[in-house]
């Protein structure tokens, strides 16, 4: 029986197979192909909702901004009636919506999880190039962490994906600059890091992990000199991105209040308009009186007077705490947090956790891998604790999608563990099981937004999230669990006007549903 085996592996040419798989660039496409299997594995309860996400519509689907543009590179031109802050995204936007006009959700969410397996396999090589063990397990957490599920569910966020993919290009560019100190690096790191900047501001602040870059390769002083290109191209980017957004809110806001594109079945909205015609002065107060919505948040957060009264310190407070917790620990995952100020003694150990030991083991040792992981986290979450005004800080201080890149600190922190401890890697594997566990279970409450915002109420039970919740059981056609939710909000908010103006859009379409039927 064992010579037979023998013949027949000699003659299928065993060992010209193992030799096969033995190159690189075979065991990379394999590489990659398990990351894009196991993305669509991961990912999968994205398909369960197959309906416009929060803001999709509003900003890419229904957006004049985007449905009109003549051509993609309309969004380039600066100063143009389409100049956007981020081009590149609109631009894949615009190519999405003209080249695939009949695709559904299914293809825009099939993108985002290729594009977001790529960002994987990207990480791997990256790990692998600075010889952390087990790379393809450590860029694995990466993929499959469960902060990345709002990144990858919500369409609108291909842009994060885009700008993470760049971002990751420019930093594995630059690492080959650091070792090589050749040109051709350096000019494809500076191309990709301006790509990213197109696509999305996350990595505003990656010059900081460059000239970390520089410093742990001991290049001499010189050679800091080189950041300078992306420091005037990263503070340009972070300039026009602030005001970039305030037009873009303050264009999406005139417009669709013009069309009365967010109008809903028995919304008053539209005869509004017609009384008062497109004048926002006139609107305004009539919108004010009768209902609450989230294009009134919108309409509010573009107001400079918030942004110079608003407590950056809370969100920066909130940021140091959150993230790092909701790395190393994804549970308890919502689409939006509670404002409530974070304990300043927990402040100040996690400060001391990330900052002040790193220090503390420099000081003993000398080895200055151990600022790897800070750095990136600054580099990866500076853009978001609080140095600009964002929109959404009105409702929530931080959110899952703002730490996509901050999560590559997760496994780096893994692997440079996993060096010194061959029992650690094992550690490593399990914990890749449980993340991948619990993403798949947040995904399906992802994709429920009934359930979503009924989660977010725990964190958040104020006016504004009652609101929200209503309009929900509202667009889907649940009267009786709608009128629940109003009948709970009123009773906890008894003199809040909101709710008195829901109850009167609530009967309209009660009329509405029973006109049509």
């Not at 602040?205 to 000239?211: D, G, K, S």
């Not at 969100?315 to 994804?330: D, G, M, N, S």
């Not at 100040?348 to 800070?374: D, K, T």
Request: aromatic share 18%.
């Amino acid at each position: 029986m064992g010579s037979f085996l023998r013949l027949v592996v000699a003659a299928l040419g065993w060992q010209a197979i193992q030799d096969f798989f033995r190159h690189r660039r075979v065991r990379d496409l394999g590489v990659c192909g398990l990351y894009l299997g196991a993305a669509y594995l991961v990912f999968s309860p994205s398909y369960a909702n197959l309906d416009f996400f929060w803001d999709d519509e509003a900003f890419i689907f229904s957006n004049p901004q985007v449905i009109n543009a003549p051509s993609w590179s309309s969004f380039w031109e600066y100063g143009g009636k389409f100049s956007k802050a981020w081009p590149l995204s609109y631009s894949v936007y615009w190519m999405m919506i003209n080249y695939f006009p009949d695709s559904g959700m299914i293809f825009y969410k099939s993108v985002n999880i290729f594009l977001h397996a790529l960002n994987g396999f990207v990480l791997f090589v990256i790990f692998r190039r600075i010889r952390l063990p087990r790379p393809f397990f450590l860029a694995m957490i990466f993929l499959a962490h469960p902060l990345q599920v709002e990144v990858v569910s919500w369409v609108m966020q291909l842009q994060t994906i885009i700008a993470g993919f760049f971002a990751l290009l420019s930093m594995y560019c630059f690492l080959l600059f650091g070792k090589r100190r050749a040109i051709w690096p350096y000019t494809f790191a500076y191309l990709f890091f301006f790509l990213s900047l197109q696509a999305k501001s996350i990595a505003v602040a990656l010059p900081v992990l460059f000239c970390y870059v520089i410093w742990y390769c001991r290049r001499p002083l010189r050679y800091y000199l080189v950041l300078v290109p992306f420091l005037l191209m990263s503070t340009q980017a972070a300039l026009r991105s602030v005001r970039g957004t305030s037009l873009m809110l303050e264009r999406l806001n005139y417009e669709l209040i013009e069309t009365g594109q967010f109008a809903r079945p028995g919304d008053r909205r539209l005869a509004a308009n017609r009384d008062h015609g497109s004048d926002l002065n006139s609107i305004t107060p009539w919108r004010d009186e009768h209902f609450f919505n989230f294009n009134n948040y919108l309409w509010e957060s573009r107001r400079p007077e918030r942004s110079i009264s608003f407590k950056r310190s809370k969100v920066l407070q909130k940021a140091i705490v959150h993230y790092p917790t909701k790395i190393v620990l994804p549970v308890g995952l919502a689409f939006i947090y509670s404002q409530a100020p974070e304990h300043p003694l927990l402040v100040g150990a996690m400060c001391f956790l990330l900052f002040g030991l790193p220090v503390v083991l420099y000081v003993l040792n000398r080895r200055r891998i151990v600022f790897a992981v800070p750095v990136l986290l600054v580099a990866t979450l500076l853009p978001v604790c609080g140095l600009s005004y964002i929109g959404f800080f009105s409702w929530s201080y931080v959110a899952d999608r703002y730490a996509y890149l901050a999560v590559i600190a997760l496994p780096l922190l893994l692997g440079i563990w996993a060096r010194k401890s061959h029992d650690f890697a094992y550690a490593v594997k399990v914990y890749l099981v449980l993340v991948l566990c619990l993403s798949y279970w947040y995904g399906y409450k992802f994709n429920n937004p009934l359930r979503l915002y009924a989660e977010a109420l725990n964190h958040r039970s104020d006016a504004a999230m009652y609101s929200l919740y209503f309009e929900e059981h509202l667009s889907q056609n649940l009267i009786p669990e709608a009128e629940d939710v109003l009948n709970e909000a009123a009773r906890k908010f008894p003199d809040d006007p909101k709710f008195k103006a829901d109850r009167v859009r609530l009967e309209i379409y009660k009329k509405y549903l029973k006109g049509s039927n």
